[in-house]
């Protein structure tokens, strides 16, 4: 018996009733496939080959209509001196470095905060969740006149407050943080529920006995809660992170990439690229370094969580 | 055995789990001074959003403009249905929700089931690529999706904010994890009683999946009613125009018109919070899952 026919016959799942026989594995081939086929052939149609289609484009010089010429990696080099490219960089590691700490202290923070019984607490919940269904586009609109200079709510409370308005979306110093603020309204909800979740898996024999051994409140966060939470904090960062690279929706929806490109992410750049003037293969490239960028994060945060016997994967 | 969509829904319960009475005689918990503070400002964003679009046009450019309008005024809405296409955007979100959520509960179940439980050459190669797949950032796949799909003459038409929803991987991968955690005995009744894989699949299956095909249906209906990047890169013609691309277009042409992009911005929300208020749990519950997001 080969191993292809042991395994086939080992006792699991659905499969033939005539071992064996070559016809009757032939319908079990052709069966499975077709249950699989129509959405493996979609999924691995609309990302696998554009993904190969976006390296090839990458190589070459092509505006969509000429004939496309092929230059080696004349646009990974020539991005290495793309002083717009690296500004583009600057800025998403900017929205990166504002968001992610954030979102991941805001998850954890209204986590222990929500997590307990007390009346009105599904109000809370719901106030604080519900913003996850906003899209970019009305996120965007509403940032626009949140924050607006002379319409809005934030300067309307800062005046009555007696404090100096600020010009928000339209200040280069301040309009990332802005971003950072809105998007942390839509998504605060998700490392929230992480934490939420994590929280209640804590052993409840952890904290009796650190009560019992007299920590206080405090310190059976810090000492017992903390440590046990550290799988969620690695996922939820890296998820963020990945996220925040990828910043487009809610640039494009505020200040398309403005005051003075103060706002224009890696991907924002991108699209302008390729879909503004139309440079599909430097386009291409740009996408594959912000890939590689992706990449990178992840298997840092791995290894680095690993290294500190972190299971987070 | 817990499942990936069990967990969920486990953690789901314990976020949105009923508000406890509080027991007469104790005093009120100190966390409603942090609590009540961080909840109402979570929410001004979207009384915002209805009280503008409730608001006289003139009191939301006045200096400084009331939160609270001094009278309930439909203008925004009237303008918004009078002068621009929003309820044929409106049409078009919901064919591509619809065809989205149908098509990826068809499809996804299918293939979930058979990288789950049927056995064929091939299964493994299949299952890793698609979990491969995962990894590939929208962005890399934004400029040849978009040479492909106007080479096949879609960018004109819906058929670009349409098909990339079809399936997905994250779908499927779901939907494998929900089906390997189901008992097998109930499949092998089945067998022996005579029904073929299909009519298992069908009649056995399927019903115990309620809660995985849930999940996977608002996943769904989130990521492609509010999806902007598809619509926005690949559909030029106005008449197929998204809520979602509307929106974003109205913001450089009605720039000054608070009132009917807050109506817009209305039209385009409420569904989905109402459909959040009705089904929290299972909303949070995907939450967990997925973290679309982004």
């Known amino acids: 018996m080969t191993i292809r026919e ?27 496939w077709l249950f699989v086929a129509p959405a493996t052939i979609l999924v691995l149609g609309l990302s696998v080959f554009p993904a190969v289609w976006a390296f090839l484009l990458s190589l070459q010089e092509w505006d969509g209509f000429s004939e496309p010429e092929f230059i080696g ?21 900017l929205y990166t470095a504002l968001f992610v700490p954030m979102s991941v202290l805001a998850g954890l923070f209204l986590a222990v905060a929500l997590n307990r019984k007390i009346r009105f607490i599904g109000l809370y919940r719901t106030a604080i969740f519900v913003p996850f269904v906003a899209s970019a586009a009305a996120t965007g609109i509403l940032s626009t006149y949140l924050f607006s200079p002379q319409y809005g709510l934030v300067n309307n409370v800062l005046r009555s407050l007696g404090l100096p308005t600020q010009g928000w979306l339209e200040d280069q110093a301040q309009a990332m943080l802005v971003i950072a603020i809105m998007s942390l309204w839509g998504q605060a909800a998700f490392t929230t529920v992480l934490y939420l979740a994590a929280l209640q898996d804590v052993p409840a024999e952890l904290m009796e006995a650190a009560t019992l051994d007299g920590a206080s409140r405090w310190q059976r966060f810090w000492q017992v809660v903390w440590p046990q939470l550290a799988p969620v904090t690695v996922f939820t960062a890296i998820w963020q992170t990945i996220g925040a690279i990828q910043l487009f929706d809610l640039v494009y929806t505020t200040t398309r990439g403005g005051p003075l490109d103060a706002t224009k992410t890696i991907v924002y750049y991108l699209w302008e690229k390729a879909f503004r003037s139309l440079e599909f293969g430097y386009g291409s490239a740009v996408a594959y370094v912000l890939f590689g960028l992706t990449l990178l994060v992840t298997i840092g945060v791995v290894v680095y969580s690993r290294r500190r016997g972190t299971e987070a994967f | 055995m817990t499942t990936l969509v069990e967990n969920a829904t486990d953690a789901a319960e314990a976020a949105v789990r009923p508000l406890d009475r509080r027991r007469k005689g104790r005093r009120p918990s100190g966390w409603h001074l942090v609590l009540a503070p961080i909840a109402l400002l979570f929410a001004i964003p979207f009384a915002q959003m209805f009280l503008a679009a409730l608001s006289p046009a003139a009191e939301l450019i006045q200096y400084p403009p009331p939160f609270i309008p001094s009278r309930l005024d439909l203008g925004g809405f009237t303008g918004l249905f009078g002068e621009t296409d929003v309820l044929r955007w409106m049409v078009n979100t919901m064919l591509v929700s619809a065809s989205a959520i149908v098509s990826h509960l068809v499809l996804c179940s299918l293939a ?32 040849p999706t978009y040479i492909l799909f106007s080479r096949l003459g879609l960018v004109d038409g819906l ?15 779901l939907m494998r994890q929900f089906f390997l955690s189901i008992p097998g005995e109930l499949e092998e009744a089945g067998r022996i009683d005579g029904a073929n894989r299909w009519q298992v699949f069908w009649h056995v299956v399927l019903p115990l999946a309620k809660p995985a095909l849930a999940t996977l249906a608002i996943f769904t ?3 492609s009613w509010n999806d902007l990047v598809w619509p926005l890169i690949a559909i030029n013609d106005e008449d197929a125009f998204t809520l979602q691309l509307g929106l974003a277009n109205f913001q450089s042409t ?41």
């Open chain 1, 6 to 32: 042991r395994r086939r016959n080992a006792p699991a799942g659905t499969r033939s009733t005539r071992p064996g026989s070559r016809i009757a594995r032939l319908k079990d081939d052709l069966g499975g």
């Open chain 2, 221 to 223: 209906l989130l990521s």
């Open chain 2, 112 to 143: 979930g089931y058979g990288f789950a439980r049927l056995r064929f050459r091939g299964r493994t190669f299949g299952i890793f690529a698609i979990i491969g797949t995962i990894m590939i950032p929208t962005q890399l796949l934004m400029i």
């Open chain 2, 254 to 294: 009605r720039r000054t018109q608070w009132e009917l992009l807050m109506a817009g911005n209305v039209v385009a929300t409420l569904p989905l919070i109402l459909f959040f208020l009705f089904a929290q749990k299972q909303f949070v519950a995907t939450m967990t899952l997925s973290g679309m997001k982004g």
């Open chain 1, 73 to 93: 990696g004349g646009n990974y080099s020539e991005l290495l001196t793309d002083e717009d490219f690296f500004a583009a960089a600057q800025h998403t590691g």
């Open chain 2, 159 to 173: 058929g670009a904010a349409i098909v990339p929803w079809l399936a997905s991987a994250f779908g499927i991968f």
